[in-house]
């Protein structure tokens, strides 16, 4: 008897499990027309879940259903930071032929087998985000990031009426943070000469830590009057360490990317701006840039048998402050990313 | 045991069995009709691709778990050993004495795993849980968050070696399944692990030395992550902290799915674990193939681990019942 009940359960859960596959969403959209085969475009991502990642995933969305409803667009990817398990999506989603690959990668050199292979098969692949420089894939979509990093050098100097001494908080080694931090002292060398980066921390990404280094960095040198954080972390450990010195008015902190945290700090004034890119942006383009790869013209391209694509397209980015958190819209944004199941 | 017994439990395992292929059967039927793709040559390979580090893990797991144990080191140990390997082949070490140097590693890690359990006392998940960690944070600390690459072209090149149509992990892994599931049942040794898992204190006064029996135990493990490690950088020519990620808690569910329980010592079987290996790869990718959502392919892979753990425990009730 038991066993029956054991098997019974088995089949039910197994079914129902099947049965939620039917409806699973592989987003198709847009307007009708002219009937044409089906095209099927796999966003392959590290992390899958990711805010950020889940921005990216909506433009794409769009950008597929402004082509056409005979596109259906997936998100892949492992939920944890595993380059191997994300190699290993990449060949899965090769298997399933489909019209094109966008894939950020984990790391720089480990997806280059596997992105090789896709290619090898006819499927193009274009990068997004974090990049295999490397692999062969066609096009790169991502972030300036030492454009990044001079946005912030700009609104710092413009915030410290040009003269002071900083720092910066930031991970080493990680490469889009080294070129942030990079591209923030290039445009003070040359713009704004009285600024002085005085000190670069490793804050081990993490915002306790970051609270830690800021906290022994603002004690030692209490003439420091700005801090840019090259991650998302940084800027609210940042604050905690001003705040609890009592020196949240002399110092002006900058941080990147956003967080609710950083929401939070911003319409408190806590701290003064954080630099985003355009992840909705990124991953519309690198859409685009997908199915223009699928669709070669008569005229051949750089890269047969794949269509004209561009080696390279930066989102840009821009200064985010409390005071453009004022309006509703703005604000809605940050604050409701979409959710993608 | 008389014979009455030993039918029953042949019969309890048999069931485990057939439920599993059933199930295998079922989730391959309904793929092979939902996708075109599924049954073709590429997509067999890819499968076998995705879950082949975890298969060869969870030899080495099936027989810590019926020991009574259980090892959670190998999610530090997997990308440590590709990372070690990496560093000693960039100073020009030969292949052949890298190799050794990791495996010789992991099985000095095994054997701290174990004198820690030992002589502290505690339970091996902590145990094996902390060591993970330490290690993570050893990688962590070595690569500075990059991954290692530029290795020897030598090595690249072992990437796209195919033995009969096959990579060398591959060949690894039936070579290493075949002598798990011999030994398994005819090895003195491995028919102790179910004697001291099932009943370490008659175990020992059996005669059996217990205490050796753990550290090897642990170092089989051990070693056997360090070769999915090595495996790994072969394969992607390249060796990061990241590697691994949470590759315990996939190679405990093949262990357990296939029938080994993780509440009783000394009971289950490198057959299980072989067809539980089967069936978490063919589900993982059959995820992919079909495209549903991540969250329904944890609440899924949840789902099954604790039908298997029902199973298994129902069924020795019911055993227990009836004799």
Same mark, same amino acid.
């Given at each position: 008897?038991?066993?029956?009940?054991?098997?019974?359960?088995?089949?039910?859960?197994?079914?129902?499990?099947?049965?939620?596959?039917?409806?699973?969403?592989?987003?198709?959209?847009?307007?009708?027309?002219?009937?044409?085969?089906?095209?099927?475009?796999?966003?392959?991502?590290? /992390?899958?879940?990711?805010?950020?990642?889940?921005?990216?995933?909506?433009?794409?969305?769009?950008?597929?259903?402004?082509? =056409?409803?005979?596109?259906?667009?997936? !998100?892949?990817?492992?939920?944890?930071?595993?380059?191997?398990?994300?190699?290993?999506?990449?060949?899965?989603?090769?298997?399933?032929?489909? /019209?094109?690959? !966008?894939?950020?990668?984990?790391?720089?050199?480990?997806?280059?087998?596997?992105?090789?292979?896709?290619?090898?098969?006819?499927?193009?692949?274009?990068?997004?985000?974090?990049?295999?420089?490397?692999?062969?894939?066609?096009?790169?979509?991502?972030?300036?990031?030492?454009?990044?990093?001079? /946005?912030?050098?700009?609104?710092?100097?413009?915030?410290?009426?040009?003269?002071?001494?900083?720092?910066?908080?930031?991970?080493?080694?990680?490469?889009?943070?080294?070129?942030?931090?990079?591209?923030?002292?290039?445009?003070?060398?040359?713009?704004?000469?009285?600024?002085?980066?005085?000190?670069?921390?490793?804050?081990?990404?993490?915002?306790?830590?970051?609270? /830690?280094?800021?906290?022994?960095?603002?004690?030692?040198?209490?003439?420091?009057?700005?801090?840019?954080?090259?991650?998302?972390?940084?800027?609210?450990?940042?604050?905690?360490?001003?705040?609890?010195?009592?020196?949240?008015?002399?110092?002006?902190?900058?941080?990147?990317?956003?967080?609710?945290?950083?929401?939070?700090?911003?319409?408190? =004034?806590?701290?003064?701006?954080?630099?985003?890119?355009?992840?909705?942006?990124?991953?519309?383009?690198?859409?685009?840039?997908?199915?223009?790869?699928?669709?070669?013209?008569?005229?051949?391209?750089?890269?047969?048998?794949?269509?004209?694509?561009?080696?390279?397209?930066?989102?840009?980015?821009?200064?985010?402050?409390?005071?453009?958190?004022?309006?509703?819209?703005?604000?809605?944004?940050?604050?409701?990313?979409?959710?993608?199941? | 045991?008389?014979?009455?017994?030993?039918?029953?439990?042949?019969?309890?395992?048999?069931?485990?069995?057939?439920?599993?292929?059933?199930?295998?059967?079922?989730?391959?039927?309904?793929?092979?009709?939902?996708?075109?793709?599924?049954?073709?040559?590429?997509?067999?390979?890819?499968?076998?691709?995705?879950?082949?580090?975890?298969?060869?893990?969870?030899?080495?797991?099936?027989?810590?778990?019926?020991? *009574?144990?259980?090892?959670?080191?190998?999610?530090?140990?997997?990308?440590?050993?590709?990372?070690?390997?990496?560093?000693?082949?960039?100073?020009?070490?030969?292949?052949?004495?890298?190799?050794?140097?990791?495996?010789?590693?992991?099985?000095?890690?095994?054997?701290?795993?174990?004198?820690?359990?030992?002589?502290?006392?505690?339970?091996?998940?902590?145990?094996?849980?902390?060591?993970?960690?330490?290690?993570?944070?050893?990688?962590?600390?070595?690569?500075?968050?990059?991954?290692?690459?530029?290795?020897?072209?030598?090595?690249?090149?072992?990437?796209?070696?195919?033995?009969?149509?096959?990579?060398?992990?591959?060949?690894?892994?039936?070579?290493?399944?075949?002598?798990?599931?011999?030994?398994?049942?005819?090895?003195?040794?491995?028919?102790?692990?179910?004697?001291?898992?099932?009943?370490?204190?008659?175990?020992?006064?059996?005669?059996?030395?217990?205490?050796?029996?753990?550290?090897?135990?642990?170092?089989?493990?051990?070693?056997?992550?360090?070769?999915?490690?090595?495996?790994?950088?072969?394969?992607?020519?390249?060796?990061?902290?990241?590697?691994?990620?949470?590759?315990?808690?996939?190679?405990?569910?093949?262990?357990?799915?296939?029938?080994?329980?993780?509440?009783? @010592?000394?009971? *289950?079987?490198?057959?299980?674990?072989?067809?539980?290996?089967?069936?978490?790869?063919?589900?993982?990718?059959?995820?992919?193939?079909?495209?549903?959502?991540?969250?329904?392919?944890?609440?899924?892979?949840?789902?099954?681990?604790?039908?298997?753990?029902?199973?298994?425990? @129902?069924?020795?009730?019911?055993?227990?019942?009836?004799?």
């Amino acid at each position: 008897m038991k066993r029956k009940i054991a098997l019974g359960l088995t089949l039910a859960v197994l079914a129902s499990g099947l049965a939620g596959c039917g409806n699973a969403a592989p987003q198709t959209s847009g307007t009708g027309g002219a009937a044409k085969s089906e095209e099927l475009y796999s966003m392959v991502v590290f /992390t899958k879940g990711a805010e950020y990642f889940n921005w990216c995933y909506a433009g794409m969305k769009d950008a597929a259903a402004s082509i =056409g409803d005979h596109i259906t667009v997936e !998100l892949q990817g492992p939920a944890e930071w595993d380059a191997s398990l994300e190699a290993r999506t990449v060949e899965q989603v090769t298997a399933k032929n489909p /019209t094109g690959i !966008l894939v950020a990668s984990a790391d720089e050199t480990t997806l280059n087998a596997a992105i090789g292979k896709a290619l090898d098969a006819g499927i193009p692949v274009i990068g997004f985000d974090s990049d295999a420089a490397e692999s062969g894939r066609l096009s790169y979509v991502g972030t300036d990031n030492y454009d990044f990093g001079a /946005t912030a050098a700009k609104s710092m100097a413009e915030m410290l009426g040009g003269e002071g001494e900083v720092a910066i908080c930031m991970v080493p080694g990680a490469i889009a943070q080294e070129e942030r931090a990079e591209g923030f002292k290039n445009w003070l060398e040359e713009n704004a000469p009285d600024i002085k980066v005085v000190s670069e921390l490793n804050d081990e990404g993490d915002v306790a830590k970051s609270e /830690t280094v800021c906290t022994a960095l603002l004690q030692s040198n209490p003439n420091i009057k700005g801090i840019f954080s090259t991650h998302g972390y940084g800027a609210p450990g940042a604050a905690a360490a001003a705040r609890t010195l009592n020196m949240l008015e002399n110092v002006v902190i900058i941080g990147s990317d956003y967080s609710s945290a950083v929401i939070e700090l911003l319409q408190s =004034g806590d701290i003064e701006g954080t630099v985003v890119d355009d992840p909705y942006l990124i991953g519309y383009e690198a859409f685009m840039l997908a199915y223009a790869a699928a669709h070669p013209t008569a005229v051949p391209s750089a890269n047969p048998p794949f269509g004209h694509v561009p080696p390279v397209i930066y989102g840009g980015s821009q200064l985010l402050t409390g005071e453009m958190l004022e309006d509703e819209a703005v604000l809605a944004k940050y604050q409701n990313p979409p959710a993608v199941n | 045991m008389n014979k009455r017994e030993r039918i029953f439990s042949v019969k309890q395992i048999n069931f485990h069995y057939l439920v599993l292929l059933l199930l295998i059967l079922i989730v391959t039927g309904v793929m092979a009709v939902r996708s075109p793709y599924f049954l073709t040559g590429s997509n067999l390979q890819v499968l076998i691709d995705t879950f082949i580090m975890e298969a060869i893990m969870a030899l080495g797991m099936t027989m810590v778990i019926i020991s *009574g144990g259980i090892d959670l080191t190998i999610a530090g140990i997997l990308p440590f050993s590709s990372i070690v390997l990496a560093l000693l082949l960039m100073n020009k070490v030969p292949f052949a004495a890298a190799v050794l140097l990791v495996l010789l590693a992991a099985a000095v890690i095994g054997t701290i795993t174990n004198t820690l359990r030992r002589s502290l006392h505690l339970h091996p998940m902590v145990v094996t849980m902390a060591i993970a960690a330490v290690l993570k944070g050893v990688d962590l600390t070595i690569t500075g968050g990059s991954a290692i690459s530029g290795l020897p072209d030598s090595f690249v090149r072992l990437g796209s070696v195919r033995i009969l149509g096959m990579p060398v992990s591959w060949i690894v892994y039936i070579i290493l399944a075949i002598i798990f599931l011999y030994f398994s049942k005819n090895n003195r040794w491995f028919l102790q692990v179910f004697f001291v898992g099932g009943n370490e204190d008659a175990a020992r006064l059996s005669g059996i030395k217990v205490e050796a029996l753990y550290r090897n135990v642990y170092i089989i493990s051990a070693s056997l992550a360090a070769v999915a490690g090595i495996l790994t950088a072969i394969t992607y020519s390249s060796a990061s902290y990241s590697y691994g990620t949470n590759a315990d808690l996939r190679v405990i569910t093949t262990v357990a799915i296939g029938g080994t329980s993780l509440t009783h @010592g000394g009971s *289950g079987s490198v057959a299980g674990t072989l067809l539980g290996t089967l069936f978490m790869a063919i589900i993982y990718n059959a995820f992919v193939m079909s495209g549903i959502s991540t969250y329904y392919q944890d609440v899924v892979t949840g789902a099954f681990l604790i039908l298997a753990v029902l199973l298994s425990e @129902g069924i020795k009730v019911l055993k227990e019942r009836k004799s």
